[in-house]
């Protein structure tokens, strides 16, 4: 009889002299998978070799694993007969990442054991100590919360005020705000930019939007309605000449892509994701690469692997995520892996538009000047309210809103979605 492979969770070794080795394969699974095991007995090509047992094996294997892997763990040890001969396999068990054996940090990578860097190596122990936006403190501690509330309260939720912010994960172990908090407070310094690009480029920029300085859930959805509003149609004629509606981009990819770049962004970092948008395609950035016990294949296979657990469960209630981890295979099915880029500090998703957009500025030659005030701030930001057009003009609201008829007159301008959560459309 003959064992397959070696794997991420299983090795073989021919005798017990080759123990450092086996704690060290031991201590790399601990760190990738939380488990592992050691058989000896066995050859690598997985046929059975055996082992003869002293008065002292089982005892020297485990003073030899309570020795050299820390923190310490306590190893299972069992016997088999495999086609006559004796085996010894070795199983361990543990969430206290990162392990070392004899001072060396590794972790699994496939049948391989890999030397963990010491940026990793902090990544891997911070992660796993504690997680960093619930932990770690707001500098600001005059917080309000009254956006995320109403989210809740919109979504049909029950708000008690004595327990929420507890309960949500919003404050750290001695009961202060912590960095989740600011992010999602009504007014922090946290801004979500979306940049439009004039060619296929950075060389030049011609817009760029910002989302933010409120509660991050609302940056997102506003960030989010203005990419869709550039989701136009077109009518393609294919082979045979048959006409067929092409939209721009894949809107569930683009949702999936923007929603994973908010939920798994490492906030801690100050920096918040990004949305840039080119004449041949977007482009969703977010900062934080892998983590180092996660592969690309996990990755690409969907596998969730959340950085954000308390941010998840939040945006979970809210209806704004799922947790089936089917984003990453649906972009792949759709624009296949080159469309992700997974650095050691960021991970870019690329969608390729169906057509190239124009870049041309708008026609505002029949406008007056305060109908192309207003008309060139809402192309630029659809989300954009009328308060907000009042500070950045030296109009009053009731003129604005005046304004808004007159171009929805002219077929200018057109409203989507709801008053409070849509976006303006222009022609």
């Not at 007969?81 to 990162?98: A, D, L, Q």
């Not at 010491?118 to 309000?144: G, V």
Request: net charge negative; glycine share 6%; with cysteine.
């Amino acid at each position: 009889m003959q064992y397959i492979h070696e794997s991420e969770f299983e090795e073989f070794k021919e005798s017990t002299s080759q123990l450092n080795r086996a704690t060290e394969s031991l201590a790399a699974m601990l760190n990738k998978n939380g488990r592992g095991k050691v058989i000896f007995g066995i050859r690598d090509d997985g046929s059975v070799c055996g082992i003869t047992l002293g008065n002292k094996t089982i005892t020297e294997i485990s003073r030899g694993i309570a020795e050299q892997i820390r923190p310490s763990v306590v190893p299972r040890i069992l016997f088999e007969e495999r086609e006559g001969k004796t085996i010894i396999i070795v199983e361990v068990e543990g969430t206290n990442k990162p392990y070392s054996a004899r001072g060396e940090y590794r972790i699994r990578s496939g049948d391989e054991n890999r030397k963990i860097e010491p940026e990793q190596l902090k990544d891997l122990l911070l992660r796993n100590s504690f997680e960093l936006i619930t932990s770690m403190e707001s500098f600001d501690q005059d917080l309000r919360l009254t956006q995320l509330k109403q989210l809740y309260i919109t979504n049909g939720l029950t708000v008690n005020e004595e327990t929420f912010e507890r309960n949500t994960g919003l404050l750290t172990a001695d009961g202060k705000y912590n960095v989740l908090a600011e992010i999602l407070s009504d007014f922090n310094d946290c801004s979500i930019k979306v940049v439009r690009f004039a060619g296929k480029d950075k060389q030049n920029m011609i817009i760029r939007n910002e989302y933010g300085y409120k509660c991050m859930l609302l940056a997102m959805q506003q960030a989010y309605q203005y990419v869709e509003s550039l989701n136009e149609t077109r009518v393609i004629l294919g082979e045979g000449l048959e006409r067929k509606e092409t939209k721009l981009f894949d809107s569930s990819c683009f949702k999936e892509a923007w929603t994973n770049a908010c939920l798994h962004n490492r906030w801690a970092k100050n920096i918040p994701p990004a949305i840039y948008i080119f004449d041949d395609r977007l482009e969703v950035i977010s900062t934080g690469g892998l983590p180092v016990d996660f592969s690309e294949d996990e990755f690409f296979s969907g596998i969730s692997h959340p950085v954000n657990l308390k941010l998840q469960k939040i945006m979970g209630q809210l209806n704004m995520v799922e947790q089936t981890g089917h984003g990453v295979p649906l972009i792949v099915s759709k624009y296949g892996r080159q469309a992700f880029e997974l650095g050691e500090n960021h991970i870019t998703v690329r969608i390729p538009f169906s057509f190239e957009i124009s870049s041309t500025k708008k026609d505002y030659s029949m406008l007056n000047r305060s109908q192309e005030s207003v008309y060139m701030l809402v192309s630029e930001t659809p989300t954009i309210r009328t308060d907000e057009i009042a500070q950045k003009t030296d109009l009053s609201i009731s003129r604005i809103n005046q304004i808004i008829k007159e171009l929805k007159g002219m077929d200018k301008l057109e409203r989507k979605g709801s008053k409070k959560l849509g976006y303006w459309e222009t022609h």
